[in-house]
C-alpha cells in the first residue's frame, strides 16, 4: 500500500516489545478478522451479560465459543469519536475526531489524511478490506472518507444523519450514491440493515480464500425504532404497557434524521436486538460453511452506553446493566461495553476475563496478530497475551476520555478509582467525584471528599480540553 504524504514518518516497525506485546502472536497464523460494532447496544442487552427479556442466542454462542470481556470500553460515549478511538488506537484526549461535528449536506468532519488507520495497517499487510454499515468519521469524497482511509468498499450509511432512520432514500456503495427506490416517498421496501447485511456476507465470500477485515459498524440498535414486521410479530404484546413514541411521520426532516414514530416501542428494541443478534448468526454460519472458521477471529462489540432516544427505554430492559449512565455520560453506564472475541483453535472456548481494555487497544492487537506496522504516537496496548491465555499482559496505568458536550465532561479509570469530571468548559462550575469501581460498581457514593491525596493526583492527569468550534462542535443525536 502505497502511504499518503506524511505518513512514513509515523510508522515504525511493529516487532518493538514496547507496543506489540513482545510477540505472543508470533506462531499464530494472520487471521481474517470480522469486527461487529453494534449502535448503542448496552452492557446489559445480551442475554449472556444479564439480559431477561429477551434472549441473544447466536451472540452468546460465540461468547460460548471464545472470550467474554467484562471491563472493556468503548472509545466515547458517542458514535464518531467512539469509532476514531478504534480506528487510530487513541484515546479522545488525543484522536483527531473527537465529536459528531456535522458537514452539510451528507457526512461528518473528516478526519486529517495523516491519520493512519487500523484498516491502512491491514490493506499495507495485503488483506482485503470492507466496511459494511456507519462510518461517520469524513464526508463523501473528503479525506476522512472510508475509501480514503484504507477500505477497499464500503456499503451503507456515510453520515450519521441520514443513518438515524431504517428505511433511507439511498445508502453510499463507495463513491456512488444507491438510491433505494423501494423507500420513495413513505414507502418502506427496502430495510437497510438488511441490504447492508447482504453486502457483508457477500464480502466474506468473496474474499474467504485470502486474508480479509470485514468491519461491520452496523446502526442497530440505534434509534428510531423501525424493524420489519417480521420481527415485530415476535414480540408484539410480550411488554406491556407499551411506550408510544410520537416522532418525525413527515416533513424536512423526515428520513433525514428524524425519528420515526413508533407506538410499540419496547417490542421494536427487542425486535431489533433480535435482528442483530440473528445477523451474527448468519456471519457465524458463513465462516463455518466457507470452511475458514479456524482462521477467522470475530470480534463483538458497542461503540457506546444505551440511548434514551427515539422511544427507547433503557431502564425497563435494564440495558446498562447494573451501572450508571447513558450514551453521552462518561458512568460506566455510558462507556463499559459488551466484548466478546471468538477464535476456534486459538482463543479457548468459553472463557471471561477482567482485564481491564479499550478500544484503542484494537489496533496494536490486531498488528500484533498480523504482523503489521504500527503508529508510533497511539494509546493502545496490545490485548494478545489476554487473548492467547498468556500471563504477560501489559496494563494500562489509567484510561481517559473526554467529551465535549453538555459543557464538557471527562473521566480516568486507574486500576479500580474513576474519576469523573463535569463542567470541564466552565472551570467555576466543574464538580469532580471518585468513586472505587471494587466496592461500589454503580457509582452511587462520591468518596471524592474522604481521599482528597488520590483527588489531586487524578486532577494533574486530566488533560486540558480543547474547546476549538471549528472542529469540536456537536450535534445533539448522533
Known amino acids: 500500500m502505497k502511504l499518503k504524504p506524511g505518513k512514513v514518518i509515523m510508522m515504525i516497525c511493529a516487532g518493538i516489545a514496547l507496543l506489540t506485546g513482545c510477540g505472543d502472536a508470533d506462531k499464530v497464523k494472520s487471521p481474517n478478522i470480522i469486527f461487529i460494532l453494534a449502535d448503542d447496544l448496552g452492557y446489559g442487552d445480551l442475554s449472556c451479560y444479564g439480559q431477561t427479556k429477551f434472549a441473544t442466542p447466536n451472540i452468546d454462542k460465540l461468547a460460548q465459543q471464545g472470550m467474554l470481556f467484562t471491563q472493556h470500553y468503548s472509545g466515547s460515549t458517542v458514535c464518531a469519536p467512539s469509532r476514531s478511538a478504534l480506528m487510530t488506537g487513541q484515546h479522545t484526549g488525543h484522536t483527531f475526531i473527537r465529536g459528531n461535528k456535522e458537514v452539510l449536506p451528507e457526512g461528518q468532519y473528516p478526519m486529517s489524511a495523516e491519520v493512519v488507520t487500523l484498516a491502512e495497517l491491514l490493506k499495507e499487510k495485503g488483506y482485503a478490506t470492507g466496511a459494511f454499515g456507519k462510518w461517520g468519521l469524513g464526508y463523501p469524497g473528503s479525506e476522512g472518507d472510508a475509501n480514503n482511509q484504507g477500505f477497499d468498499t464500503f456499503f451503507g450509511y456515510n453520515c450519521q444523519r441520514i443513518g438515524h432512520n431504517y428505511y433511507p432514500y439511498f445508502l453510499?456503495?463507495?463513491?456512488?450514491?444507491?438510491?433505494?427506490?423501494?423507500?420513495?416517498?413513505?414507502?418502506?421496501?427496502?430495510?437497510?440493515?438488511?441490504?447492508?447485511?447482504?453486502?457483508?456476507?457477500?464480502?466474506?465470500?468473496?474474499?474467504?480464500?485470502?486474508?480479509?477485515?470485514?468491519?461491520?459498524?452496523?446502526?442497530?440498535?440505534?434509534?428510531?425504532?423501525?424493524?420489519?414486521?417480521?420481527?415485530?410479530?415476535?414480540?408484539?404484546?410480550?411488554?406491556?404497557?407499551?411506550?408510544?413514541?410520537?416522532?418525525?411521520?413527515?416533513?424536512?426532516?423526515?428520513?433525514?434524521?428524524?425519528?420515526?414514530?413508533?407506538?410499540?416501542?419496547?417490542?421494536?428494541?427487542?425486535?431489533?436486538?433480535?435482528?442483530?443478534?440473528?445477523?451474527?448468526?448468519?456471519?457465524?454460519?458463513?465462516?463455518?460453511?466457507?470452511?475458514?472458521?479456524?482462521?477467522?477471529?470475530?470480534?463483538?462489540?458497542?461503540?457506546?452506553?444505551?440511548?434514551?432516544?427515539?422511544?427507547?427505554?433503557?431502564?425497563?430492559?435494564?440495558?446498562?446493566?447494573?451501572?450508571?449512565?447513558?450514551?453521552?455520560?462518561?458512568?460506566?453506564?455510558?462507556?463499559?461495553?459488551?466484548?466478546?472475541?471468538?477464535?476456534?483453535?486459538?482463543?479457548?472456548?468459553?472463557?471471561?476475563?477482567?482485564?481491564?481494555?479499550?478500544?484503542?487497544?484494537?489496533?496494536?492487537?490486531?498488528?500484533?496478530?498480523?504482523?503489521?506496522?504500527?503508529?508510533?504516537?497511539?494509546?493502545?496496548?496490545?490485548?494478545?497475551?489476554?487473548?492467547?491465555?498468556?500471563?504477560?499482559?501489559?496494563?494500562?496505568?489509567?484510561?481517559?476520555?473526554?467529551?465535549?458536550?453538555?459543557?464538557?465532561?471527562?473521566?480516568?479509570?486507574?486500576?479500580?478509582w474513576k474519576c469523573v469530571k463535569y463542567n470541564v468548559l466552565t472551570p467555576e462550575k466543574a464538580t469532580l467525584e471518585l468513586y472505587d469501581l471494587e466496592s461500589d460498581p454503580g457509582e452511587q457514593n462520591n468518596i471524592a471528599t474522604q481521599f482528597p491525596h488520590i483527588v489531586k493526583h487524578f486532577e494533574q492527569l486530566f488533560i486540558p480540553v480543547r474547546n476549538d468550534s471549528e472542529v469540536f462542535v456537536f450535534e445533539p443525536n448522533s
Open 172 to 416: 453510499r456503495n463507495n463513491q456512488d450514491s444507491l438510491v433505494l427506490k423501494a423507500n420513495a416517498g413513505k414507502a418502506a421496501g427496502t430495510y437497510a440493515p438488511q441490504l447492508i447485511h447482504e453486502k457483508t456476507i457477500e464480502f466474506i465470500e468473496t474474499h474467504h480464500d485470502e486474508p480479509f477485515f470485514c468491519y461491520v459498524p452496523t446502526i442497530i440498535p440505534h434509534a428510531e425504532l423501525l424493524v420489519p414486521e417480521e420481527y415485530m410479530a415476535l414480540y408484539r404484546g410480550k411488554y406491556e404497557p407499551e411506550h408510544n413514541y410520537k416522532g418525525v411521520d413527515d416533513g424536512p426532516a423526515y428520513r433525514n434524521g428524524g425519528y420515526g414514530s413508533q407506538p410499540e416501542s419496547h417490542a421494536a428494541f427487542a425486535a431489533m436486538v433480535h435482528l442483530l443478534d440473528e445477523q451474527v448468526g448468519d456471519i457465524m454460519n458463513k465462516v463455518n460453511e466457507l470452511g475458514i472458521a479456524d482462521n477467522t477471529l470475530i470480534i463483538f462489540t458497542s461503540d457506546n452506553g444505551p440511548h434514551k432516544e427515539g422511544g427507547a427505554q433503557p431502564d425497563y430492559f435494564n440495558s446498562n446493566g447494573p451501572y450508571r449512565g447513558y450514551k453521552r455520560d462518561l458512568y460506566e453506564g455510558g462507556i463499559r461495553v459488551p466484548l466478546i472475541a471468538s477464535w476456534p483453535g486459538v482463543i479457548k472456548e468459553g472463557r471471561q476475563t477482567e482485564h481491564i481494555s479499550a478500544f484503542w487497544d484494537w489496533l496494536p492487537t490486531l498488528a500484533e496478530l498480523t504482523s503489521a506496522n504500527v503508529p508510533w504516537q497511539i494509546d493502545g496496548i496490545s490485548m494478545v497475551p489476554t487473548l492467547l491465555g498468556k500471563d504477560s499482559q501489559q496494563q494500562h496505568e489509567y484510561l481517559y476520555w473526554e467529551f465535549h458536550e453538555l459543557n464538557g465532561r471527562q473521566a480516568i479509570r486507574m486500576g479500580n
